[in-house]
């Protein structure tokens, strides 16, 4: 079971994969050497990891080695590099987005050198996958990088961040709802976790991420035009979320909510009140729904200048955040849960526990 929206705002495309880089004893779309360099000094030497998360929004890599039933993170960088930027009314990955997003992933390959990393994956997510150029661009990025990108289908993306998240919910008896607001797709994944390791009962992904749906509304002066524009977003997410809504279970007597993306990390942040971004504080932090709703809400109604004064949103995300609150209140009408768990953690860490053997879902 599971299904994908209508790509309502992009042309409808399916690019064809690059061709593979130098062979190496790596599975598909795993990576190996050539990313390490120099001898290796032997087996007792920590063997490293590396997952990399090219999003339409943020390009994200995370490089650690394994340590007991989980791993200890060695290096990590985040970048937002808006590759999908003008996607949605052009149907293909702009210049600049792919200039701005090649510059990020040679910082990466760089880390992945210097870290001498054993095992690695790198995917890509929604906009390589609506762009018309989006096969042009992951070759260009092998031959100019050396990391070879793969194109993930949606639903392998909803489960690797469920494997990367699935810790943090909440115990329970019934099923579990977890979401990854993106920037051009959002990801509803119902999980049974009555086992060791979550069971995937039912996924939906939705082709409105905060890059898309903000292209698509696009901003208002005035604060009822704000109002009246947030309202709509609100609405085209909900058609969007209506087949899958119709097929959730009925009569849970405690929903449990389970959020990772930038959206529920940056609005636990504002409703800390911190003065900057903390990790340590936000992941794993339980808030209650009405205090998201609260602050989505609040937003909606502030000007670009006003949200960009609060310090965990700033310039870089004050015109995204209130589509990301959109979705994110849609959701929350969808699985009405008094509390909303929130997992700085996703995708990366579901790749790097495959790439260990630690498990799958």
């Known amino acids: 079971m599971g299904d994908q929206s209508p790509r309502m705002p992009y042309r409808q495309s399916s690019p064809a994969r690059p061709a593979s880089g130098p062979k190496t004893n790596a599975k598909p779309g795993q990576s190996a050497a050539p990313l390490a360099t120099g001898p290796r000094k032997g087996w007792s030497e920590p063997r490293h990891y590396a997952a990399l998360d090219l999003g339409t929004n943020n390009c994200r890599l995370l490089i650690a080695r394994p340590q007991g039933d989980g791993f200890a993170v060695v290096d990590a960088f985040s970048r937002i590099v808006r590759l999908g930027e003008g996607l949605a009314a052009t149907g293909r990955l702009s210049d ?4 701005r997003t090649l510059s990020a992933l040679k910082v990466c390959a760089d880390k992945l050198k210097r870290r001498n990393v054993l095992l690695s994956r790198s995917v890509a ?3 390589c996958r ?4 989006g096969a042009a661009f992951i070759a260009r990025a092998l031959e ?5 990108l793969d194109i993930i289908t949606a639903e392998e993306e909803a489960r690797l961040a469920v494997l990367g998240c699935h810790a943090l919910i909440e115990p329970g008896e019934d099923p579990a709802l977890v979401f990854d607001i993106g920037g051009g797709s959002t990801e509803l994944v119902l999980v049974d976790t009555s086992g060791e390791v979550p069971r995937v009962l039912d996924w939906h992904s939705a ?3 905060v890059v898309s749906l903000t292209e698509h509304i696009g901003y208002a002066q005035s604060r009822q035009g704000r109002l009246d524009a947030y309202a709509r977003m609100r609405d085209i997410v909900r058609e969007s979320f209506a087949g899958f809504a119709a097929r959730l279970p009925r009569g849970i007597d405690r929903p449990r909510l389970l959020g990772t993306s930038g959206t529920v990390t940056t609005l636990a942040s504002v409703h800390l009140g911190l003065s900057r971004y903390d990790r340590a504080e936000v992941d794993g932090l339980i ?3 009405s205090s998201m709703r609260k602050i989505s809400t609040d937003l909606a109604g502030m000007d670009l200048a ?3 004064t609060l310090p965990c949103i700033g310039t870089e995300r004050a015109d995204l955040v209130v589509a990301g609150c959109a979705i994110l209140e849609t959701i929350m009408d969808l699985w009405p849960a008094e509390r909303l768990g929130v997992a700085d953690r996703g995708i990366r860490e579901g790749i790097l ?5 630690k498990e799958r879902v």
């Open 125 to 127: 997510t929604e906009a």
């Open 306 to 308: 006003e949200r960009a």
């Open 130 to 133: 609506r762009a018309d150029n």
């Open 207 to 209: 082709p409105w991420g």
């Open 287 to 289: 808030v209650p729904a």
């Open 144 to 148: 100019e990088t050396g990391i070879h």
């Open 96 to 99: 600049a987005a792919i200039e």
């Open 353 to 357: 526990r495959r790439l260990m053997g």
